[in-house]
Nanobody, 122 residues
């Protein structure tokens, strides 16, 4: 069984930073990613990476502002979010899939965390 538990969300002013973490217990998927879902919108891909060798992929909306990393030994996936804007407000989810490449389609992911709220005030 795979469990993904997110932490690190909260409220921040525009221009600020937050760091999200996702701890994986049990199996580690080949691809680990972050998604987000704002009220009334579909869940969207934010960033993902191959657990080995750790190659990242970003959505255009967060590229150059967010950084996805992983601690291989501690089984932790992190998302450093900088220059946050109100449009980044959403529930953020950690997800995993056994796919060969990082995909942006939420339906392709097998495991999901419970989600964590990120709110950016203007």
């Amino acid at each position: 069984q795979v469990n993904l538990v997110e932490s690190g969300g909260g409220l921040v002013q525009a221009g600020g930073s937050l760091n999200l973490s996702c701890v994986a217990t049990g199996r580690i998927w080949a691809i680990m990613s972050w998604f987000r879902q704002a009220p009334g919108k579909e869940r969207e891909f934010v960033a993902g990476m191959q657990w080995v060798p750790g190659l990242p992929k970003y959505s255009d909306s967060v590229k150059d502002r967010f950084l996805i990393t992983r601690d291989y030994a501690k089984r932790v996936l992190s998302l450093q979010m900088n220059k946050l804007q109100p449009e980044d407000t959403a529930v953020y989810y950690c997800a995993g899939t056994p796919a060969a490449e990082v995909g942006t389609y939420a339906g392709a992911y097998r495991s999901w965390g419970q989600g964590i709220q990120v709110t950016v005030s203007s």
